[in-house]
């Protein structure tokens, strides 16, 4: 009597007992090792508790920021406006200054400006020592 050999068939089916671990190991590697952007934004140091002073209009320099990045200049009460572009800001600051050393820069943007004309105008004012910036919003 012959014994006949039953040959074993390689089975079709994928083991699935370890797939919920092994999704689980790859999600906890991802969350791991994803690296996060920092937000990036202005630094600017600002004071620790807002003040109110009354400040001369004679000690103000308006710099009004357009939407078409054209910076119109004011000083003071004058109702003459220069136009300039945020490059030349630096050095009409230093002129300014140099007239008045207690000039307050009051940078405003319209809402519908670019946000680099403004970085543009603060690096420049930045550059050229301005210490003292008032950030504001144009009215419409």
């Given at each position: ?37 920092e ?48 490059s ?26 670019p946000?680099?004309?403004m970085?543009d ?9 301005a210490?003292?910036?008032?950030l ?5």
């Open positions: 009597m012959a014994m006949l050999k039953k040959k074993s068939r390689a089975s079709g089916e994928i083991p699935t007992s370890s797939m919920a671990d092994i999704a689980f190991l790859l999600l906890i590697f991802f969350l791991v090792t994803t690296i996060f952007d937000e990036k934004g202005l630094s600017i140091v600002l004071p620790e508790q807002g003040e109110e002073a009354e400040v001369s209009a004679n000690n103000i320099l308006h710099l009004v920021i357009t939407p078409q990045g054209v910076v119109e200049v004011k000083r003071g009460e004058s109702p003459q406006i220069q136009r300039a572009s945020p030349e800001i630096g050095a009409i600051w230093r002129f300014e200054v140099g007239q008045n050393e207690n000039l307050i820069a009051a940078v405003k943007t319209a809402p519908g400006a946000y680099r004309y970085i105008v603060l690096d420049q004012l930045q550059a050229a020592g210490s003292r910036v008032n504001g919003l144009m009215e419409q």
